[in-house]
Antibody
């Protein structure tokens, strides 16, 4: 069974750094790209970035490029999303998800979500 | 503002059929047959319902069906049941720099 287990909720202050994680199991981690999706409170879904765990090649949404960094460690089947300086507007639920193989055109599995709250 | 437009809410009585629309552009829905639909119950992660416009993953009820015409995709739920009450999001692969675009979401209410 494919599972994506994300790290727990975080409460941070503006300007702080943060890294959240997503551990994959039940399949070969290097076969499928991993992506992150943001859901702001009461809002819809937004694509953030994606990564090929086999070689760490990345793509970012123009809306998020320069604001976040996506990474993956294939030795422990884990992907990360990190911020160097959080803003209140980063408050949201962040989902990691697996992209379909080999086409990468859709999400076929989702993590449970990590709630990030940024408040002074 | 979401790239794909969906009605905010749709409702129906048990047993009825309802349709949720999703309007995009010639850069996403109109360009590719890569439309997906996701169901999200409150407090839960989204679940894939339909992919590649018309296909259902194993385990998804055949009461859910998808279609597309031009830049608009549709999700039809037939034989509406109480458990179908949830938010539904469409998504499409895109030819723009934003590779994956989503709809704003539609709340389905079973009356």
């Amino acid at each position: 069974e494919v599972q994506l287990v994300q790290s727990g909720a975080e409460v941070k202050k503006p300007g702080e750094s943060l890294r959240i994680s997503c551990k994959a199991s039940g399949y070969d981690f290097t076969n499928n790209w991993i992506t992150w999706v943001r859901q702001m409170p009461g809002k819809g879904l937004e694509w953030v970035a994606r990564i090929d765990p086999s070689d760490s090649y990345t793509n970012y949404s123009p809306s998020f490029r320069g604001r976040v960094t996506i990474s993956a460690d294939k030795s422990i089947s884990t992907a990360h999303l990190q911020w160097s300086s959080l803003k209140a507007s980063d408050t949201a639920l962040y989902y990691c998800a697996r992209l379909s193989w080999p086409s990468k055109v859709r999400i076929d599995s989702w993590g449970q979500g990590t709630l990030v709250t940024v408040s002074s | 503002q979401s790239a794909l437009s969906q009605p905010a809410s749709v409702s129906g009585s048990p047993g009825q059929s309802i349709t949720v629309s999703c309007t995009g552009s010639s850069s996403d829905i109109g360009l590719y047959n890569y439309v997906s639909w996701y169901q999200q119950h409150p407090g839960r992660a989204p679940k894939l319902l339909i992919y590649d416009v018309v296909n259902r993953p194993s385990g998804v009820s055949n009461r859910f069906s998808g279609s597309k015409s031009g830049n608009t995709a549709s999700l039809t739920i037939s034989g509406l049941q109480a458990e179908d009450e949830a938010a539904y999001y469409c998504s499409s692969y895109s030819g723009s720099a934003t590779l994956y675009v989503f709809g704003s979401g539609t709340e389905v209410t079973v009356l």
